[in-house]
């Protein structure tokens, strides 16, 4: 299977980065414009100045990875891409028939902060990218001073 710029990025809609706006004020930057989004639901954003920070949805972090957008450009052809979009975990996606909509991307049935949350097929799913946005955001906000290796137990209430 071909892969290509489309299989591994996505164009948020505004409702979607709406959402990852609320989602995330409590980590955000308050300058924050989005450059690109992976379709494993990471962002990728500058704030106010030429850097390029990753917003690694999974884990909760903020990354400097480029000094300027051509410096971004030019790592997305080189191998460190490969781990900012994983392509033949995305490749394997599509090939379970897990392929993505408009305004979608794939969001973890456990995030990788936990020992279940592996990167892998059976713990990804494809969701709107509002829902992805919201949920993660949610759950790192209300973890994020539990130290790590402590037991928790998550109760979802509709």
């Known amino acids: ?35 690109m989004a992976s379709t494993l639901g990471d962002v990728f954003f500058q704030q106010g100045g030429p850097e390029i920070y990753w917003l690694n949805t999974g884990t909760a972090e ?18 460190q891409a490969d781990e900012w979009f994983m392509p033949h975990l995305i490749e394997a996606l599509k090939s379970a028939g897990k392929s993505l909509r408009p305004d979608e991307c794939y969001t973890y049935v456990f995030l990788p902060i936990f020992k279940e949350g592996k990167y892998e097929v059976g713990n990804l799913n494809p969701v709107p990218a509002v829902e992805h946005f919201r949920v993660t955001g949610d759950l790192h906000r209300q973890l994020r001073d539990i130290p790590d290796g402590t037991t928790v137990r998550i109760k979802t209430v509709e």
């Open 1 to 35: 299977m071909t892969m290509d710029r489309n299989d591994l990025s996505f164009l948020p809609s505004a409702e979607a980065l709406a959402s990852l706006y609320t989602a995330w004020d409590w980590l955000l930057p308050d300058e924050f414009e989005p450059v």
């Open 62 to 79: 903020i990354t400097l990875v480029a000094g300027s957008r051509e410096e971004f450009l030019e790592l997305l052809q080189a191998e």
